[in-house]
């Protein structure tokens, strides 16, 4: 009897495993196509450009997001002032948009209520991790935009 020569057995093995994940890792890559870039990059530089300047003002206003809730399936918040005074008589609304998939972002309209608090006029979803973005504005004119990160299943 011959002993079996076990050194190129192991290559075209590991050679054959190579393939494979690359196999299907093409096939992932193709079944799940990327987003498109866009294709106006000046008209997008200039809406980032115009971003920057919203948040640099709402920063100069002071204003911000002193309490949030759940409220019988909508969001509640409070603004306040630099001295946290509460400020009554703002428009605007909230934006969620999820990272994963856009098919559950809405944008809700937000109704004062008093003492600087607001409510969504529809519900929120039950869970999951969304970005919320306040637009709110007065009178005046006065903007003021904020975003973060919100997990929905951990708000009470």
């Known amino acids: ?7 190129p057995i192991a290559v075209v093995g590991g050679l054959t495993a ?6 299907i890792m093409i096939t992932i890559a193709l079944s799940n196509p990327a987003v498109p870039a866009t294709t106006d990059h000046w008209a997008e530089s200039l809406d980032w450009e ?9 920063r100069a206003l002071g204003w911000s997001i002193a ?10 918040l409070r603004i306040v002032d630099a001295e946290l005074r509460p400020i009554a008589g703002l428009q605007g609304s909230l934006t969620l948009r999820r990272a994963d998939s856009n098919a559950n972002d809405r944008t809700l309209a937000l109704v004062e209520l008093d003492g600087g608090r607001y409510r969504s006029d529809q519900p929120i979803p039950d869970s999951g991790l969304y970005e919320l973005k306040v637009a709110l504005h007065d009178d005046a004119g006065d903007e003021f935009t904020t975003q973060r990160w919100l997990e929905f299943g951990e708000v009470e």
């Open 1 to 7: 009897m011959s002993e079996v020569n076990w050194g």
């Open 67 to 76: 309490g949030l809730a759940r409220a019988d399936q909508a969001l509640e």
């Open 50 to 58: 115009r971003e920057l300047d919203r948040r640099a003002h709402s």
């Open 18 to 23: 190579v393939v494979i994940s690359n196999a």
